[in-house]
Every structure is written in structure tokens, then in C-alpha cells.
């Protein structure tokens, strides 16, 4: 079950918002129990043995993180087992495979194969673990002695299968006393309609070009490529960022607040800025749990280099068992480098100018092919497509228009606009302006982008989020 199926929208979600409205809110409890055995339901359906792991990891991560705060030879014990522990599950199911693939290539072996079905979402609840674990070893939260609270935190449906990657002292006060509004239900409902049309309307139009196109071999040529890396660059914001819409849509109606995961990362003029924009719950992750005891930049600039490196790596290899995420990670990596190499010395943030925001433009488009292909070779094909005249002919002319219809180019206009503050500017600036207004249309706007949302659901084929393999 995922957000965007009709399981969910129409019958899993609303039964679930009734029966936690209906729980008198000092029961709170009460719909705690609800909230974890609905999200006990919504993971496990169809996966019921991912849904065992998940609760063997919280179980883990809630003795480790009580053990470890007795001090002494205990900490020193269940802090690195709590983590090693959580670490040894990703890897077994997510790694294992992409490891003795690798040594079966490089040394002609034939090391069977283990074949485990990687779980859904199993990056994220075990990073959120993690976080958990290490930020009780250093007294930045407190150890939750009740193991169905912490199991809430992991498994709480909206963020458990996507994120956004939630620290437990963001959530930790809610657990016990939280209350959730009109206001904030009726804006938790517009948040979660603006990211599900976020994905059925833009990602998924988008997305059908970016397939179409990663679909072609010896047909590729220049303006195709460059479409279908474009579309898919949309895809994958309006995807991801969707999903993190709908999550922060849900906790605002339950009364839980959660981090913001985008903030328009297409605006940016550097690389670096980027990945301050992008998936930032993840960003925070790495700096906090692996690059900050990695040293950070403390130890001298070799060290800090050494570690960045490091830190991408990671990045790269976290969203996949794959070289094409790792080699992702190392573009994305030596970017970020070669733009500390330039503003070496200088102290002075750059000035922001339509070149810097168009290089960073391109090298994200050009990174994100490496991350769609499935082979580094079919990435290798697809960049000499993009950079030369490769099959560039009248009927490779000819492709490109055909995928370019009346609709699509429309959604990308539209893609494009909403990839900046603008439309979010003119929001706040007619609710300033004329305050009763501006939310009528605001409600109508919802309510028809509800209406193309439930005419895409039932007129196409399902796509579920590409974050959730993940």
C-alpha cells in the first residue's frame, strides 16, 4: 500500500482520520494504539515479513538505547552492538547481493546469490534508528522507556516508507501531549492534495517522457536525451518532494510536526547549495551521524576533504546496491570539491547570477542521468548522446516533438514555475491583500486539484513513489 493507491486514498487514510477523531482527544493513548497498528497495517500489507524486520529494528534500538544509558562497560557495549545492529540489517538485505556480485565479477567466482526481497523504506526507518540510538549516547534525547511510543516514532505511516528522516526529539513531546486544530487539519489536507498532485499530475505526465526515453537504444539521439534527462530531473523533484508534502500534510492532522525536506533545490547557484536544499532530512543525517564523528572539518583540510568524500560516497550508496549511485555520489562529490577549490580563501558568499544558476542546472541534470540509468553503460551511451550528434537526424527531430504534446509541454511550464517560491509568493501576498478571498480560492484550487488527482488515479496505471525502493 502506498499513498498514491486507491487503497489508501479512499478507504486506509479516511477510515483511519475518522476512528482518530472520534477517540476523545485525552485518550491520547488511545490513539497512539491506533496510529501504530494503522501503521502496522499500512506497512505490512502485502509485506508482512517486512513488517516483522521493522519491529525487530525498533525493538533493538529501544534495548540498546535503554542499556547503553547505564553508563560504564554497558555504554561502551550496546552503543556500538545498537548501531552495528541496525547497520547489519540494511546491509543484509540491501548490500549483501551487490557485494558478492561485485567479488564474483572481479574474481570469476560463483558465490551463490542470497536473494533477499529488499524491504520497502528499510533505508529510512533504520536511519531514523540510528539517530535515535546515537542521539541518547549523547544526551540529546532521552531514552523512551515505553517500546510502543518509540515504535509510533519508527513506524508512524506518513514519513515510515520515504521520510522525511524525523529525529526523535522532533517528535518526542508529541508522543505524550499534542492537539490538532481545524486550522492545522484543514491545512494538514491542502498540504497532502498539493503533494499528491505534485506526483500524479506532474511527476508521473513528466515521468512517462523520462521512461520513454531511458527506454530507447539505438534510437537515442541529442534532443531526445536531453528531454528524457530533463523530465526525468522534474520527475524525481516533484516525486520525492510530493511524497514529503503528503507526509507533513498527515502529521499536521495527527498533530505531529515534521522537518521540511525540499526548499526549491532548482533555485540553487552552487552545487553545495543544492545539497542544502535537497532532501534535507538526509543531508542532516550524514553531516550529524557520520561527518561531524568523522571529524568534519576540524581536522585539517585533507581530513575535510577525506571526509566529504566519504560522506557522498555513502550518499550515493545509501539510495541504492548499485555503481551507477555510488558513481552519482562521486560526481555529486568532486562538484562540490572543485567549488571549495574555487572560493578557496575567499570569505565572501558568491554573488548570485543567471551563469551559476544555469551550470548548477545542467550538472544536476547531467548527475541525475547516472542515477536513472540502470547500468553505468547505459549512462555512458546516454552522455555521448547528449554531447554529440550521435543518430541526430530528422526523424530523431521528429521523436522529440511527438513526445512534446499540447499536455505535456503545458505540465512542464507548469513544473518549471513551481520549482521556484513564486506561486507560494503570490499566496502569502493575496492573503495579505484580501485574507477571506484568497482562502476561498485557495479552497477551490484544492478541491479542483483533488478532482484531476482522483480522475488521473482511476484513468492510469498505477506508479508507486520512486523514493520507496529506497
Given amino acids: 500500500m502506498t499513498f498514491s493507491s486507491p487503497i489508501f486514498l479512499f478507504l486506509f487514510f479516511p477510515l483511519t482520520v475518522a476512528l482518530y477523531f472520534l477517540i476523545p482527544a485525552k485518550l491520547l493513548r488511545v490513539r497512539n494504539a491506533l496510529l501504530t497498528v494503522a501503521s502496522l497495517i499500512f506497512y505490512g500489507f502485502g509485506e508482512p515479513v517486512a513488517c516483522i524486520l521493522m519491529l525487530g529494528v525498533v525493538l533493538w534500538s529501544w534495548g540498546s538505547a535503554i542499556l547503553l544509558k547505564k553508563g560504564g562497560l554497558c555504554r561502551k557495549i550496546f552503543l556500538p552492538l545498537g548501531i552495528i545492529g541496525d547497520l547489519g540489517v540494511l546491509c543484509l538485505y540491501k548490500y549483501a547481493d551487490f557485494l558478492l556480485g561485485t567479488v564474483n565479477s572481479l574474481f570469476g567466482c560463483s558465490v551463490p546469490m542470497l536473494g533477499l526481497r529488499l524491504p520497502i523504506g528499510i533505508s529510512f526507518f533504520v536511519f531514523q534508528a540510528i539517530s535515535y540510538i546515537m542521539d541518547v549516547s549523547r544526551d540529546e534525547a532521552k531514552p523512551q522507556r515505553n517500546y510502543f511510543r518509540l515504535l509510533l516514532y519508527i513506524a508512524f505511516f506518513p ?17 505524550t501531549a499534542r492537539h490538532s486544530t481545524p486550522e492545522q487539519v484543514a491545512a494538514g489536507i491542502r498540504r497532502m492534495i498539493f503533494g499528491l498532485s505534485k506526483k500524479l ?15 530507447m537504444s539505438d534510437t537515442l539521439a541529442l534532443p531526445t536525451a536531453w528531454l528524457g534527462a530533463f523530465c526525468y530531473t522534474l520527475q524525481i523533484y516533484y516525486d520525492f518532494s510530493g511524497y514529503s508534502d503528503m507526509a507533513i500534510g498527515m502529521g499536521w492532522i495527527f498533530g505531529f510536526e515534521f522537518p521540511e525536506n525540499f526548499r526549491y533545490p532548482y533555485c540553487s547557484a552552487s552545487i553545495t547549495e543544492f545539497w542544502r536544499r535537497w532532501h534535507i532530512s538526509l543531508t542532516t543525517w550524514f553531516r550529524e551521524y557520520l561527518y561531524i564523528p568523522l571529524g568534519g572539518n576540524r581536522e585539517g583540510e585533507a581530513k575535510t576533504v577525506r571526509n566529504k ?33 574555487v572560493r578557496k580563501g575567499k570569505k565572501d558568499p558568491p554573488k548570485r547570477s543567471w551563469y551559476l544558476h544555469l551550470y548548477t542546472v545542467l550538472a544536476v541534470v547531467c548527475a541525475f542521468v547516472i542515477f536513472r540509468a540502470d547500468t553505468v553503460s547505459q549512462a555512458f551511451r546516454f552522455y555521448v548522446c547528449m554531447f554529440s550528434g550521435k543518430n541526430l537526424s530528422m526523424a530523431a527531430l521528429s521523436a522529440c516533438t511527438q513526445l512534446l504534446t499540447p499536455l505535456t509541454v503545458t505540465v512542464i511550464i507548469l513544473a518549471l514555475i513551481g520549482a521556484t517560491p513564486v506561486p507560494f509568493n503570490l499566496a502569502d501576498y493575496a492573503k495579505k491583500k ?32 520512486i523514493y520507496f525502493r529506497f
Avoid: K
Wanted: with cysteine.
Fill in 434 to 465: 484580501a485574507a477571506a478571498p484568497a482562502e476561498a480560492v485557495l479552497s477551490v484550487v484544492t478541491a479542483i486539484l483533488l478532482i484531476l488527482c482522483i480522475m488521473n488515479a482511476a484513468a492510469t496505471t498505477y506508479h508507486p513513489f
Fill in 309 to 341: 568524500w566519504i560522506v557522498f560516497l555513502c550518499t550515493g550508496l545509501w539510495h541504492g546496491a548499485s555503481w551507477t549511485f555510488v558513481l552519482w555520489g562521486a560526481v555529486n562529490g568532486a562538484l562540490m570539491h572543485l567549488e571549495s577549490i
Fill in 159 to 175: 514519513q515510515l516508507i520515504a521520510g522525511p528522516i524525523v529525529r526523535y526529539q522532533t517528535v518526542e513531546n508529541s508522543l
Fill in 201 to 215: 499530475l506532474i511527476a508521473d505526465t513528466v515521468g512517462l517522457i523520462a521512461d520513454t526515453v531511458f527506454g
